[in-house]
């Protein structure tokens, strides 16, 4: 296999960078109605599903690499960020908190957690560390837009309560050693 054949692993990035911050690869731009997903056999971002029309990502959404959650795809994770990101960025941020979820379908009821993190390169945001940064109507917002993403693909998100950043590092933890796992 030549260089140009060799596909991206966005998926076994490490999680972390060299200062020690998180990664998250973005699936969806803030705003669009594309969502995209990693396809780790071919190392593409794929178009998966498009949104209604009138409808968009509150904000940037993605995953954090060699991770893996309950629906078998690495954790996801919303980004605060000053404008939309690239689908396929690769984002430093750090963890505000996490929006604990459940949801309903092909593979019955499973844990289906949001991230929050806020990008590390931001004006905006800067001064975010927690969850309780996050004025609670936005969080309402946010929490109501998965429940209608969802519903759009036949599966029933219900939102479990929303917890800080030490909850939402334990969530990574069990996700990447999940991944570890998966991988063995």
Not at 50 to 73: A, K, M
Not at 76 to 87: G, H, Y
Request: net charge positive; charged share 25%; glycine share 10%.
């Amino acid at each position: 296999m030549n260089a140009t054949q060799v596909p991206c692993l966005l998926h076994r990035l490490p999680c972390r960078d060299d200062e020690g911050r998180w990664r998250v690869v973005i699936e969806a731009a803030a705003g669009t109605r594309n969502k995209y997903k990693y396809d780790p056999k071919l190392g593409v971002l794929a178009l998966h599903k498009v949104l209604p029309l009138g409808t968009g990502f509150p904000y940037d959404f993605g995953f954090v690499p060699s991770t893996l959650g309950e629906d078998g795809d690495p954790l996801d994770a919303l980004v605060f960020a000053d404008e939309p990101l690239a689908p396929g960025s690769i984002v430093p941020c750090r963890l505000l908190g996490i929006l604990k979820a459940r949801q309903t379908g092909e593979k019955g009821k499973i844990r289906n957690d949001r991230l929050l993190a806020a990008s590390i390169e931001t004006h905006r945001y800067r001064g975010w560390r927690k969850q309780g940064d996050v004025p609670a109507p936005v969080l309402e917002e946010i929490e109501r837009f998965f429940v209608f993403y969802n519903a759009q693909r036949g599966i029933e998100f219900e939102p479990q309560g929303r917890q800080g950043p030490k909850a939402a590092r334990t969530a990574l933890e069990r996700g990447i050693q999940a991944f570890g796992h998966a991988r063995k």
